[in-house]
Structure formats: structure tokens, C-alpha cells
């Protein structure tokens, strides 16, 4: 057990809905990153996210956003979902946030599924 | 476009034999790290090397990283079938992002 955790573990939706995905980072992690990881692109850094502040952005489309609350934990929006939102979405969080030298501790993933 | 490809993209070994993968990068690095993957499960980081290191070892594996030929090895000694996972390779380059690789499917038969 990583200690970071998400919800829910499966979502099933149809296309043109709204979802929201949340994480809870590991007890004392400031930093919170999310990815997708699906069976044709491999794991794709979305976003981060340390102490309330996005740090980084990756490949994230504009239908999805995130936020990081004041307790830590963060959500990931998705909208106006498509077929190809389909994947496992993955939370980490780390305790520092420099130039990639903190060990990741990764969520069990929410796994959607877009009808 | 990923900055981390790993080779091969399959491996199936025997329990007991040495299991070598192999990560290659295309920018300078800050460091490098290795994440094993459970079907469907998160990863679990499992060593990082900085890029003033050329090898470090962990238990069974042992890492490897040449940075004038950007590319990393992980070398797991003495399998079991407990090892068979998919294993990662993640970089970041000066920036905060991670950049995982495609990833080395290990199977480790019994």
C-alpha cells in the first residue's frame, strides 16, 4: 500500500459527460502529479501540482483541469468525454517537487470507461 | 513524443536467469528512475540514479546509466516469478515533468 489513495476505482460513463476523479496523497507529500495511461500512448504525464500550485503541465487536453486543495488532496475534471478518454488514470505524490529527485508513491488507479 | 523507450518491449525468461532491460533518452537528464508496474496496479518506484552516477544497485537489481549515450540499464539477477511486471523508466530534464517510458514487459516463467 502506497498510501495514496483514489476514487472511485472504476468509472463507467457515456460520451459528452463530466467526471471527476480524486486523490489523496500520502500523509506529509506536497506534490500531487496525474497521468493516463492507456494501451496505445503508455503512461502520459498530465499535470502537477505542489502545495495548491500547478508546477508542471504535460499533455493534458483543455476538456480536463485539475486542482489541488488547501488539505492536499487533489481532483482531476474530465468533460465533454470522448471514446478515447478510456484509460486508467493514475494520482502519485511525492514530498518535494525539484527536478524529478523524489521518489513517486502511485495511487491504484481509477480506471474509466467512456460508452 | 516520449522521451523514454524501453527495449525490448517483451521479455520471458526462466526463473533463476538474469533479466536485462534496457532504457534509452533523447535529452540530458537531471536523473532516472525505475518503476515496476502490476497488471493494472500503480507503480512502485524502485531505484533512481542521478546523472553523476554510472551504477547503483538495490537487492537484485542493478542500474546502469550512461549519459553520453543517454541510456540506462536495469539488470535483475536470479528471477522469480514474483518479478513479472512491466518496468518504466522515467526522466525528467530540467523541467518538473516526468517522462515515462513505453515500458518492458517481463515475464517470468516458472
Known amino acids: 500500500d502506497s498510501g495514496v489513495t483514489q476514487t472511485p476505482k472504476h468509472l463507467i460513463t457515456a460520451t459528452g459527460q463530466r467526471v471527476t476523479l480524486r486523490c489523496s496523497p500520502r500523509s506529509g507529500d506536497l506534490s500531487v502529479y496525474w497521468y493516463q495511461q492507456s494501451l496505445d500512448q503508455g503512461l502520459q504525464f498530465l499535470i502537477q501540482?505542489?502545495?495548491?500550485?500547478?508546477?508542471a503541465k504535460g499533455n493534458i487536453l483543455e476538456r480536463f483541469s485539475a486542482q489541488q486543495f488547501p488539505d492536499l488532496h487533489s481532483e482531476l475534471n474530465l468533460s465533454s468525454l470522448e471514446l478515447g478518454d478510456s484509460a486508467l488514470y493514475f494520482c502519485a505524490s511525492s514530498y518535494g517537487t525539484s527536478g524529478g529527485y523524489n521518489e513517486q508513491f502511485f495511487g491504484p488507479g481509477t480506471r474509466l470507461t467512456v460508452l | 513524443s516520449q522521451q523514454g523507450e524501453e527495449d525490448p518491449q517483451a521479455l520471458s525468461i526462466q526463473e533463476g536467469e538474469n533479466a536485462t532491460m534496457n532504457c534509452s533518452y533523447k535529452?540530458?537528464?537531471?536523473?532516472l528512475q525505475w518503476y515496476r508496474q502490476n497488471s493494472g496496479r500503480g507503480l512502485v518506484h524502485l531505484i533512481l540514479i542521478r546523472s553523476n552516477e554510472r551504477e547503483k544497485h538495490s537487492g537484485r537489481l542493478r542500474v546502469t546509466l550512461d549519459t553520453s549515450k543517454k541510456s540506462s540499464s536495469l539488470l535483475i539477477t536470479a528471477s522469480r516469478a514474483a518479478d513479472t511486471a512491466s518496468y518504466f523508466c522515467?526522466?525528467?530534464?530540467?523541467?518538473?515533468?516526468?517522462?515515462f517510458g513505453t515500458g518492458t514487459r517481463l515475464k517470468v516463467l516458472a
Open positions: 535529452t540530458s537528464i537531471n536523473n
Open positions: 501540482y505542489y502545495n495548491g500550485e500547478e508546477r
Open positions: 522515467a526522466t525528467t530534464s530540467g523541467t518538473y515533468k516526468y517522462i
